[in-house]
C-alpha cells in the first residue's frame, strides 16, 4: 500500500507539472549546480516551452533536420522574433534524460571539420581565418577552465565540435562530456574513458585521469590538425610511420616547421604565426600533464610576442607501432579501454 500510495503521489505530481501553464517568454533556468550559490543578478542561461520550440521547428519537421549524433537529432528553429536556433534533442536511450532538449544558436557554417579535412573547403579558410580560429578556441577553453563560475573541463574537445558562426568565428560546443569542478579541485578519476581517438591525453587515456591539462592536450592536438589539415587519428607518413604529432615534432627538431602547413593556405600564410601556433601546439601535447601550459599561458603566449620554452616529445609518440584499442564508438564519441602494445 506504501509503495502503491508513491506511485499514485508520484504520478499525481508529473502529471500537474507537464499541465501547468509555462509562459513563452524565455524563462530563467534553475541549474541544480546553482542552486548551491547564489544567483542573483545571473542571466546566462534561458529556457523555452516546448510549445515555442515545437512552433520553431515546425513540429521537428524532416526538412528542418541538421543531423543526427550519438544523443540525438539536431533541429533548426525560427524564433517569432526572427532568431535562428538550433535544437538538440535528447534521445531515450542517450541517458541524458527523458525528452530532455538544448536549445542554442544556429551556427550556419556548422562545425570546423567540414572545412579543414575537406579537399575543397579547405581553401576557403585562409591562414588569417585559421588563426583567428585558433586564438578563438583558446580564449574559449580559458573562459570554461578560469573565467566561468565553476572551472569545467569538456573532455571531448575536437574539430566536430568546434562550431562557426556566419562570420566564421568558432564557439566550442556539446557539452555532453564536460565536468564541472569544485572550488580547489584540479583533477578527477574515472573508470569509463569516454572521448574520441586522437584527442584523448595519456594520462586520460590510459589511467582515467582528467583535468584541464586533458583540454590543453586535446587543443593541441586541434592546433596542430588546424595548421596542416590533417586528421591526427589515422594520419601516417610514408617515410617514417610518424602519426600527426610525432611527424610534426620531428619537422620541428629539424627546423623545418613550416612543412607541416598545408598546401592550400601556403600562399596566404604569416610564416611567424605559423611556426609560433605549431610550437605552442607541441607544447600542448607534451606527453606529462605538468609540461603542458594551462590555458591562461596559452593565451598570453598568441598575444605576446617572446620566446617560447623548448617542447619535449609529445604524447603517443607514435613510431612503427599504434596502440591496441577495443572501442565501442557512436558517431565518434568513443568509450574504450587502451592497452599499449
Known amino acids: 500500500m506504501l509503495i502503491l500510495s508513491l506511485a499514485i ?34 542571466t546566462e542561461l534561458s529556457s523555452f516551452s516546448l510549445t515555442k520550440i515545437s512552433k520553431s521547428t ?11 549524433g550519438g ?16 535544437v538538440k534533442r535528447l534521445s531515450r536511450t542517450s541517458g541524458q534524460g527523458d525528452e530532455n532538449m538544448l536549445v542554442y544558436e544556429y551556427m550556419p557554417n556548422r562545425s570546423l571539420d567540414l572545412f579543414i579535412f575537406d579537399k575543397i573547403k579547405s581553401s576557403i579558410l585562409d591562414w588569417s581565418d585559421r588563426f583567428r580560429i585558433i586564438h578563438g578556441i583558446a580564449r574559449g577553453l580559458l573562459y570554461l577552465h578560469q573565467d566561468s563560475r565553476f572551472k569545467i573541463v569538456h573532455r571531448d574537445l575536437k574539430a566536430s565540435n568546434i562550431l562557426l558562426d556566419v562570420d566564421m568565428n568558432p564557439k566550442i560546443s556539446d557539452f555532453g562530456l564536460a565536468r564541472l569542478f569544485r572550488e580547489h579541485e584540479n583533477e578527477a578519476n574515472t573508470n569509463n574513458i569516454v572521448g574520441t581517438l586522437g584527442y584523448l591525453s595519456p594520462e586520460y587515456a590510459v589511467d582515467g585521469t582528467f583535468s584541464e591539462k586533458s583540454d590543453v592536450y586535446s587543443f593541441g592536438v586541434l592546433v596542430l590538425e588546424i595548421v596542416s589539415g590533417k586528421k591526427n587519428r589515422g594520419f601516417f607518413h610514408e617515410k617514417d610511420n610518424d602519426n600527426l604529432l610525432a611527424h610534426a615534432w620531428r619537422l620541428f627538431e ?16 604569416v610564416p611567424s604565426e605559423v611556426l609560433r601556433s605549431i610550437h605552442i601546439g607541441l607544447l600542448c601535447v607534451q606527453h606529462y600533464a605538468k609540461d603542458r601550459p594551462n590555458m591562461p599561458n596559452v593565451v ?42
Open 58 to 68: 515546425n513540429a521537428f519537421a524532416n526538412d528542418k533536420k541538421l543531423g543526427e
Open 9 to 42: 503521489l508520484y504520478g499525481w505530481r508529473k502529471n500537474k507539472r507537464y499541465h501547468m501553464k509555462i509562459p513563452d517568454d524565455v524563462m530563467q533556468t534553475i541549474d541544480e549546480e546553482y542552486n548551491m550559490e547564489s544567483r542573483e543578478g545571473d
Open 300 to 341: 598570453l603566449m598568441f598575444d605576446k610576442e617572446g620566446t617560447l620554452p623548448q617542447p619535449r616529445q609529445p604524447a603517443f609518440f607514435v613510431e612503427g607501432s599504434v596502440l591496441q584499442t577495443n572501442p565501442i564508438s557512436i558517431n565518434d564519441i568513443t568509450l574504450t579501454t587502451l592497452e599499449p602494445r
Open 254 to 269: 629539424k627546423g623545418m616547421a613550416e612543412e607541416l602547413l598545408g598546401v592550400d593556405i601556403r600562399d596566404s600564410c
Open 71 to 86: 544523443f540525438g537529432q539536431v533541429f533548426k528553429g525560427v524564433l517569432d522574433d526572427g532568431r535562428e536556433i538550433a
